[in-house]
């Protein structure tokens, strides 16, 4: 284990912690001395996940957490004050993009998508905004994605979302004042199972396509979430966004 000034000590719970960038996050926060709350719907990989955070010296319990719940959301801030007393950081990560054109109608998704990108987010600010104020400290790390800031086809809906979760993370910025910190990471194509979420089998083939053409690592942004944690309390890295180089 590394102890990063910064990050060392600090009570960490991450959402969609299962995979993907949440995965990620929680090994490197691990790696640095970071205490672990664990949340996501995949109980069993949260398991393998803690036991190798643990393997490594590092610290991490879990909850099974579906953002579309806001119980799960409070239990899961819950859990980090029962086990160490406190919270310092949340990291909404978990999102979802099932991609597809307008006209497939698929409204179900659209539904879903608005219940986990955007409810989901407030959820977590509704559950950990009073246990930061009574602290008097907290960050909120918030991953949006690129499509927050361009529209393109099939991403209409995804895109909406995400625009969405940019302007409620930027207003709970201008809201919080001087105790709590707002981070937005806005990552492009990253190396996750992200395209196999769209019904859609044209759009699934075009995003695995550009996936294994110009996607990054979880890593990478696993890395960005780690420079906003350890900034001193009186910086506030309020957005933070991640490309391939290669992506136009």
Not at 16 to 21: E, F, N, P, Q, V
Not at 204 to 218: C, G, V
Request: proline fraction near 4%; include cysteine.
């Amino acid at each position: 284990m590394i102890e990063t000034e910064g990050i060392h000590g600090k009570v960490v719970a991450v959402t969609g912690a299962s995979g993907g960038i949440g995965r990620a996050t929680a090994l490197l926060l691990a790696e640095r001395g970071a205490r672990l709350v664990l949340g996501a719907r995949r109980t069993e990989r949260l398991t393998d996940l803690v036991a190798r955070i643990e393997k490594a010296g590092g610290t991490a319990v879990q909850i099974r957490t579906d953002v579309t719940r806001r119980d799960d959301l409070h239990a899961l801030v819950a859990l980090a004050r029962e086990s160490f007393g406190r919270l310092d950081v949340l990291v909404g990560n978990a999102g979802v993009g099932t991609i597809s054109p307008l006209d497939d109608l698929r409204v179900e998704e659209w539904d879903h998508m608005v219940d986990v990108n955007v409810k989901g987010v407030l959820h977590g600010i509704g559950a950990a905004l009073p246990v930061f104020r009574a602290q008097g400290s907290g960050h909120f790390i918030t991953v949006a994605s690129t499509a927050a800031f361009r529209v393109v086809p099939t991403m209409a809906v995804y895109a909406g979302t995400k625009f969405a979760v940019r302007a409620i993370c930027e207003g709970l910025r201008q809201e919080a004042g001087e105790s709590v910190r707002v981070t937005t990471v806005s990552p492009g194509p990253v190396a996750t199972e992200f395209a196999e979420a769209s019904s859609n089998s044209r759009v699934r083939a075009q995003i695995t396509k550009m996936r294994d053409e110009i996607a990054i690592p979880p890593d990478a942004i696993a890395r960005a979430i780690a420079f906003a944690v350890e900034q001193p309390e009186t910086v506030d890295v309020s957005e933070i966004v991640v490309r391939p180089t290669a992506q136009a």
